[in-house]
């Protein structure tokens, strides 16, 4: 869990003829030093996005901005002796450090008064190869390199470490520094090329790609606090020859039904097939990738939030999308099924102030993955969806710790319907018969779980003015209990999921039984989102297809939320369950899920409060139905 807070840092700067004189306090006492001038002075512009290191006028993270020659925006490039480089701010007079000196992924690059030469503040500058200039910057410390957050190409993102990867593909950790000499070394420390593998020490041999994890079945491979390996080929090639697919990496192997189908100018299926990870059974399976390629191209949808930026990714790693349903095969092959790719989204949230009232109980990391696609007749029928759940909670009032790692496949409501959008009809009844059972013998969630959708009722509803376009949100409510028999082992989660602008609503005389909120904006329905639609009609002059990147309503407004999170475990941490958490051991059985249930405290009210996102804000992404 990160500190809320960093040490404070206040910039001392006086240049006197060329020599600056830093005034660096240590121990209430102020050290002064004299520095030689800089080797040369430079902007650094992100090859992907031609935007500016910029240092800001308040606070001290480095994002990308526009470029336009401030002193915000150059940096004096100074020799430390060995190879690597201080970058001093020509405006700030600080030096660009890792924030912390920390060695993880997703540290952001910070500023530093009193420039004290440690490793986190000094840079390699790796050239290259083909473009004049052209670098990528290593922090000494940690051989990691400076990465425009998940490739972004707008004005204030952020500016981190990161594995370095191919220069070719990772043009977010780029730069070109016009000011640097022609011919720049790289320092010995750092090599000429960048690691073959993300994580690996500069100059050791990368893993290899072909040796999945060895674990026994289950996840997680390790323990709650233990770091784990993620896939050095995340993003740059296809699993290696000889590989094991699962069902779900299967779907993306092409162009397949419930698979990524890419249209006009999206991004190539085999580009997207880049995008996998080990599951703790050694098969690849699909993962989470962002909404564009480095390339430009786009994929046309999203999986939420991006999992580096969690607290915990370290010791979670990139999720196996469809890892659970996988071990229906060994168990219980008749509820086997297919989760559409597109429906697998990720929710993170760091450092939550868990309120009961007014009373901060606990704080909260959580990382979790949950299947709720909301575009297609599936949903309709079918009540079972993966959730993949990583949280961590420290208690105020005796500092305890609580911690799971719990993978199950969730029954919500009952199967073979769903409930209506009480939001929009008031109304809790239940549409049963709605089709046949899928999968076959799927369990009933009990009366708290749901898929509350909205239909035809809604519909009218909006259409007369009595509701609004955006109560036609879906509501997906869903718990899981887990406890072992003999000595205490109490597992508990309750999580909300709410999709604000989902691209379906049920009418039982449509073609397939689903029809379109955004038809009902050429009908008179009002909101805000039905404004935008009839905007842009108005300005292209053309209608919106459901499925446009256009259209408003593609499902990415929304939240996953776990309200509420309880252990009380006194033994063993490590458990196995089947893939619905109900049946517990602790030994490992055919088809078993290994979990982690680690802490022991008294169950408490406070909910867990993860923010709505517009996960289709930026319109560059283009995102759209079916998403």
Known sequence: MRAATRSRRVPLLMALAGVALIGVAVGGYV???TVAGPD?????VAMHSEKCLTAPGSGVDLSQRACVGSPAQRFSFTRTGDGSFELRNEATGACVDVADGGTDNGAPL????????RPSQQFGLRAVAGYPRAYMLVARHSGKCADVYSGGDGEGAGVLQWDCGDPATAGNQVWRIAGAPGSTPSPSWLGSTPPGAPGTPSGSPPASPS????TSPGAPASGGGAAVATNPLWGKAPPPPGARFSRAYA????VKDKGYQPTSGECSWQIHARYWEYGPDGKVYPTWH????????SFGHEHGHDPRTADLFRTTGFFPFGFTNEQLAPSDPAKQRDEDHVGHKVSVGNNIAARDGDATVKTCDVLMKFHQGTHSPDALTNNLHELLFHGRCAYRNNGAVIQAKFNVLLPLGHPGGFNVNQDCDGDQREIRNVGPVTPANSPDGGGFTGRFIPDSVCAADVLDGSKDISDMSEIWTMATFARNQGKLAQFELFTIAVVANPSRFFDPQAVNRIRRPIDLCYSGAEGRLCDLVRFTTERTGRKIAFDSPSSPFNGALRVISPTRFVVRNTGPTTIYTNVFGTRMSTTAFPGAIKQYISGNHAADRANINVPFRNFAQNRADKIHAPN
Do not use: E, K, Y
Request: glycine share 12%; charged share 10%; net charge positive.
């Open 31 to 33: 050290v002064v030093r």
């Open 40 to 44: 040369f002075v430079s902007t650094l």
């Open 110 to 117: 910070t500023q530093a008064p009193g420039c004290g030469r």
């Open 211 to 214: 040796a999945p994890p060895s």
């Open 251 to 254: 779907l993306i192997n092409g």
């Open 290 to 297: 962002p909404p564009r390629h480095s390339s430009g191209c």
